[in-house]
């Protein structure tokens, strides 16, 4: 037996077992790994401290004293590089650090590396089996349409940890903040007639401003709350965690969210698409609100996800869904010390107040989801709703595609 792994619902591993060792992985309520239980006990027991670098490869590992006790150096698809000159005397030794390559864990029996969602094997760049959503293959990069291929084969550039959303087309799509203005600059190229094309040359500056900006505006509410983790504690916390969690990270390869945001509406909108993916557009706010609401539609994502998933139970009522959305977002505000969530709505449909329990906020949430002038159809289930979205979406929204 090479090794047999079992896994939780969320695809978390949570046991492993070879000839030699079992391995049992605990994690904590918002699926962080806290604690490795191994039936092989270190000959050597310390403590280490690990620095990455920019990619979050384990390069250096110290001692608490802070002297050198491993170093380890990649090839760019994450082969450790052995030479002569990489001996034990300038500190480069074995460890016992499971996290190798932008932080997967390698499995020693296999010499692959556990990427949440797949395998991947350094020594080929490649993953041991495609990327499951076929969407993420786009006919004008052809980089996505080998499905086996690790970061667009871009590995000094990307990474591919859990992460999951790109921008919206309104906001530039997969395109990094360098390269919206080529990109914009040569769409405007094509244009045959001469009038419209210097027309739309002229605008293209601005139009890559407006895009940063929005982006910025964005990066900083998803800073804000991630920023609120700190001033929660249990439940509140770790239903805070979940919500950004489901999200991913910015820009990598694996991209079923797709975040945007309206022009005008402060209202958010989350929505099924076709394919397994989910659209996110934020209304448009800025600051804390828009930190509170981020974590709102994640809530609505991570449902979504679910759902996506197949897992059982998740077929769920809008109005629950949205029970649960209402209160990350409270949680949220409430851990950035906001006095009143949304401050732009009046009392009695606000959803946190400074000080409030879980009770008040259990209670405004009930008030804000029957309120007249809300929307929700409480009654339909996410296999009827996903339908209706797909069907809204072809005939609103086309472009989000």
Same mark, same amino acid.
């Given at each position: 037996m090479l090794g047999l792994y079992t896994y939780d619902g969320d695809g978390k591993r949570i046991k492993k077992e070879t000839?030699?060792?079992?391995?049992?992985?605990?994690?904590?309520?918002?699926?962080?790994?806290?604690?490795?239980?191994?039936?092989?006990?270190?000959?050597?027991?310390?403590?280490?401290?690990?620095? *990455?670098?920019?990619?979050?490869?384990?390069?250096?590992?110290?001692?608490?004293?802070?002297?050198?006790?491993?170093?380890?150096?990649?090839?760019?698809?994450?082969?450790?590089?052995?030479?002569?000159? &990489?001996?034990?005397?300038?500190?480069?030794?074995?460890?016992?650090? &499971?996290?190798?390559?932008?932080?997967?864990?390698?499995?020693?029996?296999?010499?692959?590396?556990?990427?949440?969602? @797949?395998?991947?094997?350094?020594?080929?760049? @490649?993953?041991?089996?495609?990327?499951?959503?076929?969407?993420?293959?786009?006919?004008?990069?052809?980089?996505?349409?080998? @499905?086996y291929t690790y970061s667009l084969n871009n590995p000094y550039r990307f990474v591919d940890p859990t992460g999951m959303w790109v921008w919206s087309n309104d906001l530039g799509g997969d395109r990094g903040d360098d390269e919206l203005e080529a990109y914009y600059t040569a769409a405007a190229n094509k244009i045959k007639n001469e009038k419209k094309r210097n027309k739309e040359l002229k605008k293209v500056k601005n139009k890559v401003a407006d895009i940063i900006e929005k982006r910025q505006r964005i990066r900083a509410a998803i800073c804000d709350a991630r920023s609120s983790l700190s001033g929660l504690s249990g439940h509140q916390k770790a239903e805070v965690q979940r919500a950004i969690d489901a999200y991913g990270e910015e820009g990598t390869t694996k991209k079923n969210v797709v975040l945007g945001q309206f022009s005008s509406s402060s209202d958010a909108r989350t929505l099924f698409g076709e394919n397994g993916k989910i659209f996110v557009m934020l209304g448009n706010l800025s600051g804390e609100n828009l930190a509170a609401e981020f974590?709102?539609?994640?809530?609505?994502?991570?449902?979504?996800?679910?759902?996506?998933?197949?897992?059982?139970?998740?077929?769920?009522?809008? *109005?629950?869904?949205? @029970?649960?959305?209402?209160?990350?977002?409270?949680?949220?505000?409430?851990?950035?010390g906001m006095n009143r969530y949304p401050s732009t709505l009046p009392g009695n449909l606000q959803v946190w107040n400074k000080g409030w329990t879980d009770s008040q906020i259990a209670v405004a949430v009930s008030n804000r989801i029957d309120a007249p002038d809300y929307s929700t159809t409480g009654n339909k289930r996410f296999t009827q709703a996903r339908a209706e979205n797909i069907a809204a979406i072809r005939k609103n929204y086309p472009s989000w595609y």
């Open positions: 000839d030699t060792e079992i391995t049992v992985f605990i994690y904590d309520a918002s699926g962080k790994t806290v604690a490795e239980y191994s039936s092989q006990l270190s000959q050597e027991p310390q403590v280490a401290y690990i620095t *990455s670098d920019n990619l979050g490869t384990p390069r250096i590992n110290t001692n608490a004293g802070g002297a050198v006790i491993a170093r380890h150096d990649y090839h760019p698809f994450g082969e450790e590089i052995s030479t002569s000159q &990489r001996t034990p005397a300038v500190g480069y030794d074995t460890d016992e650090i &499971r996290k190798k390559f932008t932080e997967y864990e390698r499995d020693s029996e296999t010499d692959l590396d556990f990427a949440n969602a @797949r395998y991947f094997r350094s020594g080929a760049g @490649r993953f041991s089996s495609p990327d499951p959503l076929l969407f993420s293959a786009k006919v004008e990069d052809p980089q996505t349409w080998n @499905r974590t709102h539609e994640g809530s609505h994502v991570a449902d979504f996800q679910s759902f996506i998933d197949g897992e059982p139970g998740s077929d769920l009522l809008l *109005s629950e869904t949205e @029970r649960r959305a209402w209160a990350v977002g409270a949680y949220t505000a409430k851990g950035m």
